[in-house]
């Protein structure tokens, strides 16, 4: 199923294309409901071409991310479906700017590099979300063991209110 602006995926409506990957797309989205009259907001990250071990792997990757719990420096994921075929998952969604956009506007306004007054708040957000992540636990206290392997600035996000 090719999933496009404007369409329903289960109990969610799809508004805009964020970026899209090997692996599949991400949109912003709202969560239909009979709570709130817009939908709340959120972000599907929805899954392509995927043959029966990447299909595994994409919801392993969901379930994993939903025993993490809450956590200020790491977005949830707050549901895992299939739709037509077509599996996704759905994070909360979080107000801010991803950093490679921060850091492209930087290099636009100025040749050097982010101010360390920026930079760091920044980058003790993204190791504090990493050590909750690989420090995090199964019920029962047995280690997730996470590894996370795809750190890159595009997924990243800096928000005015001081979340990393």
Known sequence: MDVKT??????????????????????????????????????????????????????????????????????????????????????EYSDGIDLQRLLAHQKKIDSRPLPLPLALPILKGIADGLHYAHEGRKIGGKPLALIHRDIKPEIGRASCRERV
Do not use: W
């Not at 970026?19 to 392509?48: D, I, W, Y």
């Not at 420096?73 to 759905?90: H, L």
């Open 6 to 91: 404007g369409a329903k995926l289960g109990r969610y409506l799809i508004e805009e294309l964020v970026g899209q990957g090997s692996e599949g797309s991400v949109f912003h989205a709202r969560q239909l409901n009979v709570a709130t009259a817009r939908g709340m907001p959120c972000v599907v990250k929805v899954a392509k071409n995927l043959n029966e071990e990447g299909y595994q792997h994409f919801l392993a990757e969901a379930k994993t991310a939903m025993k993490l719990g809450p956590c200020p420096n790491i977005v949830s994921v707050i549901d895992a479906d299939a739709d037509d075929g077509t599996p996704f998952f759905v994070m």
